[in-house]
C-alpha cells in the first residue's frame, strides 16, 4: 500500500484548484487509485497512458512525475496538472497548476525539485 502527503504549498493550490474545478477532489481520488497499481512497489503495473503521466527528472532520491489529471466536465487541455514526487512507496504531491493559469513547465519543474528537496 502506498502512503500519500503533501507539501504545505502543494495544499494551498490545490485549494483553489477545488473552487475553480468541483470535481477537482474526485479526481484526485481516482488519480490516487491508479497510482496504488502504476507505482506499487514489487509489482508495478502500466494503467495510466503515457500521454498523460510524464516523468520530468530522476533525482537521487526520488523521481518527479507530472500528471495531466482527469476532472469530470473540465477539458483536457485546461485540467490541472500535477508534480508529484515517487520515492518507494512514498508518494508526494508538490505542486499544482493549470493552462489556464499560464504556467511554464521548466518554472513548475525547478518548483517541483525544489520541493521535493524541502521533503526528502
Same mark, same amino acid.
Given at each position: 500500500m502506498l502512503s500519500f502527503d503533501y507539501h504545505p504549498s502543494y495544499i494551498k493550490e490545490a485549494d483553489d484548484l477545488e473552487r475553480r474545478f468541483p470535481n477537482f477532489g474526485e479526481g484526485l481520488s481516482a488519480f490516487k487509485r491508479l497510482c496504488e497499481i502504476q507505482f506499487h512497489p514489487q509489482l508495478p503495473k502500466q494503467v495510466i497512458a503515457p500521454a498523460k503521466l510524464h516523468r520530468r527528472k530522476q533525482m537521487e532520491v526520488c523521481g518527479l512525475w507530472k500528471i495531466e489529471l482527469a476532472v469530470k466536465g473540465v477539458k483536457s487541455n485546461v485540467s490541472p496538472r500535477i508534480w508529484f514526487a515517487v520515492r518507494g512507496s !512514498?508518494?508526494?504531491?508538490?505542486?499544482?497548476?493549470?493552462?489556464?493559469?499560464?504556467?511554464?513547465d521548466n518554472e513548475m519543474d525547478?518548483? !517541483?525539485?525544489s520541493r521535493a528537496a524541502d521533503v526528502f
Open positions: !512514498a508518494i508526494i504531491f508538490l505542486c499544482a497548476s493549470t493552462h489556464a493559469d499560464n504556467y511554464e525547478m518548483i !517541483a525539485e
